[in-house]
């Protein structure tokens, strides 16, 4: 039996037709290369069996001064901090106060409940906190609740846990306390066509988030050992370590921001923010004093800093890299370094134009520098000096799929242990949500793809590996296990039409013979032949590959031969290494 190797190169080729890329891989799911051979990554195992309300958008790990491990998590309506086994809810306060006498109505038989309050600024599913009120028709409106719906400027409703039981107009009491939560921010952009429709900053902190284009994102840093946060157009807060608490205002910072990110000199930085006069400027940048987050007024005795930057419509992002700061518009990277000499404190240059950034969380440090995705769909890695593109072989299937003006949504992390960036991604041809990835490696110089419901995720930091968040609120450790959350793990791997010789005659394929390296569960390969290009394939198999598995009869005669692998088990691992196969010419032209 004549065997020889069917070989492959390393990595993702999507933008070209399949039979252009032959001796490629030409579509993924959940697979890496690593020394230029293809494996299934790492499973994925939750974090704890509680989830969080909201879809999440921004996430930072750390540890405190006793190195007690912290996350903080940012979704489009809450703020959780994850400390020592246990999920808090620290969303900071919005409004407070004293609604007037018998605020609320209630009908028997019906546990909705209309609150009035005069302007009160208030969305669905808003919450909102109410004390000291007395009983009516039955029932007594107590503790937290989330807005059913808006009746006007002057009134809401919300869902008692109780129906009613007799109608009263106007009941409560005389001294009904309320508390707001801050307001909940969009799941999805608005803007209808594409990334960056309408003008950012629309409406002012604190309306309601129907005067947003933008979906809620959140810029997470500490300082020191607290957590400080920003979700875009919004103040900044500090949560201070306490499960019992809830993240404050810095009432001193900008009250409104992009994003915000602390120098390793201990500096709060704030970009596209209110100024000092007290107007937003999109183009800001204020940097706090040294080690004191509530001094933001720059003077001889102080090292906080405000200045314009000229460069696109909207400062979108900075990040503390190695040795310098680098700040991001919409259509350029800046370069932000301490010089420490007040009052200039830092010095700024420009290191690139078309080369900004399509969303807060779409650039990530890593090999000590920076990678990110720009609005016109090209990557980027900065390592010194000027902003290179990376050459991506996925790029025109991701660009031509991003769901239109949902750009926010597009999240980057490294993953160092392999050497790659990850940027998850809405696709389209799923919907507006999150669905899909495309990583790279930056070692090696090839890419990969793949499906996965991740609006959130960050590198092992803290941790001892990365963390990633679904939609539907779940924190999971991934690359630990082999299996989905104890599940079956599914993946897949396709390579490209490869030709028998020149295409010109008809070979038989007799087996195959797998090589594997620490496999785990079963697998799959199918072959599919064809006689033309156009023509319809011709499937064998799908043949079941076990760890001790030596050959597979096929039995498939072509002129073109496409291999596939796919499996769905748990536990599940699989590194490919040189397949072979039994091919001998039949002599046939057709």
């Known amino acids: ?135 009516g028709g039955g029932i007594t409106v107590a503790g937290e609740y989330a807005v059913a719906s808006v009746v006007d400027a002057d009134s809401y409703t919300i869902t008692h846990s109780s129906a009613a039981t007799s109608t009263d107009g106007t009941t409560g009491g005389a001294s009904v306390a309320y508390q707001y939560r801050i307001p909940n921010g969009l799941v999805d952009g608005l803007g209808g066509a594409g990334y960056g429709t309408g003008g950012y900053g629309g409406g002012t902190y604190g309306a309601a988030s129907t005067g947003d284009v933008f979906p809620r994102t959140w810029s997470l840093d500490n300082w020191g050992e607290h957590l400080v946060a920003c979700h875009r157009g919004g103040p900044i807060f500090e949560w201070r370590l306490s499960t019992a608490a809830r ?104 290191l690139g134009d078309n080369c900004g950034l399509i969303g807060p ?98 590198d092992a930091r803290a941790f001892e590996h990365p963390i990633g968040v679904s939609s539907k609120g779940t924190l999971y450790f991934h690359e630990r296990g082999f299996s989905a959350d104890g599940g079956a793990f599914s993946w897949r791997l396709d390579g490209a039409p490869m030709d028998i010789g020149d295409g010109d005659r008809l070979a038989h394929v007799g087996a195959l013979v797998p090589d594997t390296e620490d496999q785990q569960g079963a697998f799959a390969i199918t072959l599919s032949g064809r006689l033309y290009p156009p023509g319809a394939a011709r499937t064998a198999g799908p043949f079941t590959v076990h760890p001790g598995t030596t050959k597979i009869d096929t039995r498939v005669t072509a002129r073109q031969i496409a291999l596939g692998l796919s499996g769905s088990v748990a536990p599940c691992f699989m590194r490919l290494g040189a397949l072979r196969a039994d091919v001998r010419e039949t002599g046939q032209r057709r």
Request: aromatic share 10%; hydrophobic share 45%; charged share 15%.
């Open 1 to 135: 039996m004549p065997l020889v190797k069917i070989p492959l190169l390393p990595g993702v080729f999507k933008d070209d037709t399949p039979l252009s890329a032959e001796g490629r891989w030409v579509d993924a799911d959940k697979v890496r290369f690593v020394m230029g051979m293809p494996q299934t990554i790492g499973g994925y195992e939750s974090v704890t069996t509680d989830t969080i309300a909201g879809i999440c958008r921004g996430i930072h790990t750390w540890a405190d001064a006793g190195g007690v491990r912290q996350i903080g998590l940012g979704t489009h309506s809450h703020l959780y901090a994850y400390q020592g086994g246990t999920l808090a809810d620290i969303t900071p306060n919005g409004s407070a106060g004293t609604l007037g006498a018998d605020p609320f109505a209630v009908t028997a038989g019906s546990a909705t409940v209309t609150v009035t309050h005069t302007v009160h600024g208030r969305a669905r599913g808003d919450r909102v906190f109410f004390a000291g009120a007395a009983e």
């Open 247 to 350: 993240a404050e205002r810095i009432a001193e910072a900008p009250a409104r921001c992009a994003a915000i990110f602390v120098t390793p000199e201990r500096q709060l930085v704030a970009v596209g923010c209110t100024n000092l006069d007290g107007v937003f400027d999109p183009m800001c940048v204020r940097a706090s004093d040294i080690e004191d987050n509530t001094a933001w007024t720059p003077s001889a005795a102080t090292a906080a800093v405000q200045r314009v930057l000229a460069g696109g419509s909207r400062l979108v992002r900075g990040l503390a890299a190695r040795g310098i700061n680098l700040i991001w518009s919409d259509t350029h990277l800046f370069a932000m370094r301490y010089v420490g000499d007040p009052p200039l404190v830092f010095s700024f240059a420009t």
């Open 361 to 458: 969380n779409a650039a990530t440090l890593a090999a000590g520098g920076a990678f990110w995705l720009a609005p016109n769909g090209q990557f980027f890695t900065w390592q010194g000096g000027a902003p290179q593109a990376i050459p991506c072989t996925l790029r025109r299937d991701v660009v031509d799929n991003i769901a239109a003006a949902q750009g926010d949504k597009v999240f980057a992390a490294s993953i160092t242990a392999f050497g790659e960036v990850w940027w998850f991604y809405p696709d389209a041809r799923d919907g507006a949500e999150v669905s899909r990835y495309v990583a790279h490696n930056y070692l090696e110089g090839h890419w990969t793809c793949g499906t996965f419901d991740r609006t959130a995720f960050t």
